[in-house]
């Protein structure tokens, strides 16, 4: 039991994270609540299921393309969707309420409601420190970790990274230093959707894929972004693992616990908001000027 | 004795011709309202009638929603908690203790009215972003607890066989349509008064307003209750007409709903809210009706609100409303686009 907590909190954790982390992104460089940001997630996870069980790629390939593939989207319907209506907040807002209904029904229309498994990639289990590990799970994490790292790296190491913080600590004065500020989105609105086809990707095995299972992680990424405090990837990451295991504790320890899951998560969200209205690490933003 | 019934009709006639149609925007509510009013007259069919009385239903909540985000900018993602405590009070009251909806719609709507003063109190900390996504987690709670405790609330069911308010559809329909007409010309009241100002006041700028001496908490919490009042209202005339209450009544798409309806007519103005569940939610049941289009009629919903949204990112009624009046330069009242001076002060307006 103890290490079934330890290990599902810590893969669940660190999917959210890079789901929170990409939203988190958006939010602090074009202030967008991008609620059709798990809805990447999920067209990810199925075009891993339909590449693999149905055009019989590799796991490897697979991965890529279908990484690939939801960037590529997540531009095209920045560019047609979101930008015309860039200067309008509501209008984004449902927008992007809009974009999320259109994957989930798009996807029930091509694969039909039921419940899809995907094959686990790698078979086998490995024991750590006498806690038992599936090799599928150890890979989620290996990719977790090494996606994880690398936005780091991108975002304190590279001149790129420098004008997505900038943008996202000032619009105005990072357009008045020269940056395009424009170009900064659409980039930081690419990146973060590959964060969410990776995270897609690399859970899909892990779970049964559905059209309505972009839902429950959205709930469980905003109430981890509210956590750790829009616009901050410090807090996204700490928040991510804070809900993660907060969540198995509830379904493993409390008796009704699945259903209370998504309650618990939330109320420890809500609680944090009253001690701390800007989260944990978040970012007391200025009044927008 | 003749001079006291010709007044009153004057004075109706003198408000009807001053206040009605004086301008398009106005003539064109009072059109729709007494066509409402007219429907049974024309058309008994049960599926129509249906279909207006759950828009009327879901016109009062997206309406409600607008007095909160619209005017005070307290944008909720969980506006369905209302919605869902004000039919859960009404039926449970109904189902467990047997008492008559007409009092327990009243109650249902006072529990809501409570549920939006104390989700109200923990937001008054947050503002923008984070006040939407946190407002997401109560109804999400709720569910939660409600599911822990089946034998009182039904679980995932829900509980069916709550009493209707009256047998008759044509006696529901007049009963919806009234209270929609009611509840949101009150709304609209509410938005235009002083309270509505001090509302649009604190949207733009708390801290300004605060200074001016407006105690901003009580106003925020006022939003918080009226609106929540409105919604409960919704959700216990919705329980009692379809007589199922359920969880779904608290889903998160429900909530996603009130905020489609309310920006897609426009909001901060309660007859946009409207204006979107009229076009929006019969259009999904027509839909519904041709069989080819059935399955595909969330993803058209999606695609229309899309594309309206391209063209009129304010919403549909503030692009109808300005295609039809102008604003005065000098003293901001509307006027018929068609005029070329203004009614009251005769600027002129181009």
Same mark, same amino acid.
């Given at each position: 039991m103890l290490q079934d907590i330890l290990v599902t909190g810590l893969v669940n954790g660190g999917v959210y994270a890079l789901l929170a982390i990409g939203f988190s992104l958006i939010f602090g460089v074009a202030r967008i609540v991008n609620i059709a940001h798990t809805g990447f997630y999920m067209v990810s996870a199925y075009l891993l299921y339909t590449l693999l069980n &149905?055009?019989? *790629?590799?796991f490897f390939l697979s991965f890529l393309l279908a990484v690939a593939a939801v960037t590529l989207l997540s531009v095209i319907c920045y560019k047609l969707v979101i930008e015309p209506v860039r200067q309008h907040e509501a209008a984004v807002l449902i927008a992007t309420i809009a974009l999320g209904l259109i994957f989930q029904e798009s996807l029930l229309r091509i694969f039909g409601g039921h419940f899809r498994g995907n094959p686990a990639i790698l078979e086998g289990a490995v024991e750590i420190a006498g806690v038992s590990v599936s090799y599928q799970q150890l890979l989620t994490l290996a990719v977790v970790a090494v996606v994880l790292i690398a936005t780091w790296l991108l975002l304190h190491h590279t001149r790129l990274g420098l004008a997505i913080r900038a943008t996202a600590n000032d619009l105005e004065v990072a357009n008045l230093m020269g940056m395009n500020v424009h170009r900064v989105a659409m980039l930081t609105v690419a990146i973060s959707a590959m964060l969410a086809a990776v995270a897609g990707a690399v859970v899909a095995p892990l779970i049964v894929v559905d059209p309505f299972m972009w839902l429950s992680p959205l709930i469980t990424v905003l109430a981890v972004v509210v956590l750790g405090g829009l616009g901050s990837i410090k807090g996204s990451m700490i928040g991510a693992f804070i809900i993660g295991y907060a969540e198995v504790l509830t379904v493993f &320890? /409390?008796?009704?616990g699945a259903f209370l899951k998504g309650a618990v998560s939330l109320s420890i969200m809500v609680i944090v908001l009253l001690l701390r209205p800007e989260g944990l690490f978040g970012v007391a933003f200025e009044e927008e000027r | 004795m003749r001079r006291y019934t010709v007044v009153p009709a004057r004075r109706l006639g003198f408000l009807v011709r001053? @206040?009605? *149609? /004086?301008l398009p925007s106005r003539t064109l509510v009072g059109v729709f309202s007494l066509g409402l009013i007219l429907l049974p007259w024309f058309s008994n069919d049960p599926y129509l009638l249906r279909v207006v009385i759950l828009s009327s239903i879901f016109a009062i909540y997206a309406a409600s929603w607008d007095l909160l985000a619209g005017y005070s900018g307290q944008v909720s993602f969980g506006h369905a908690l209302f919605f869902g405590v004000g039919g859960y009070g009404s039926a449970l009251l109904n189902y467990h203790l047997g008492w008559t909806p007409w009092l327990t719609i009243v109650i249902g709507a006072g529990v809501a009215m409570v549920a939006g003063f104390l989700v109200g109190i923990p937001c008054l900390r947050l503002r923008g972003s984070y006040l939407s996504l946190a407002t997401l987690a109560f109804p999400l709670i709720l569910t939660g607890l409600l599911f822990t405790i089946p034998e009182l609330s +039904? +679980? @995932?069911l829900g509980i069916s066989g709550i009493r209707p308010l009256v047998r008759s559809r044509v006696g529901y329909y007049y009963i919806a349509v009234g209270a929609m007409l009611a509840v949101c010309f009150a709304l609209w009241k509410i938005g235009n008064s002083n309270t509505g100002l001090i509302l649009h006041a604190i949207r733009e700028d708390e801290v300004a307003v605060r200074a001016s001496g407006i105690n901003t908490v009580r106003y925020r919490l006022l939003a918080f209750s009226l609106s929540a009042l409105g919604a409960g209202f919704a959700g216990a005339l919705f329980a009692h007409f379809i007589r199922v209450i359920g969880p779904s009544t608290l889903e998160v798409a429900l909530s996603f709903q009130a905020v489609i309806w309310g920006i897609f007519g426009g909001v901060a103005s309660i007859y946009g809210p409207v204006a979107g569940v009229f076009v929006l939610y019969p259009l999904t049941e027509a839909m519904s009706l041709v069989r080819e289009l059935s399955e595909y009629r969330l993803l058209i919903f999606a695609i229309v609100v899309l594309l309206v949204l391209l063209f009129m990112p304010e919403g549909v009624a503030p692009w109808v409303r300005d295609k039809l009046e102008i604003r005065c330069p000098r003293c901001k009242v509307r006027n018929v686009v068609t005029r070329a001076t203004c009614h009251i002060c005769e600027a002129p307006l181009r």
């Open positions: &149905l055009a019989r *790629l590799n &320890l /409390v008796p009704t | 001053k @206040e009605i *149609l /004086v +039904g +679980g @995932e």
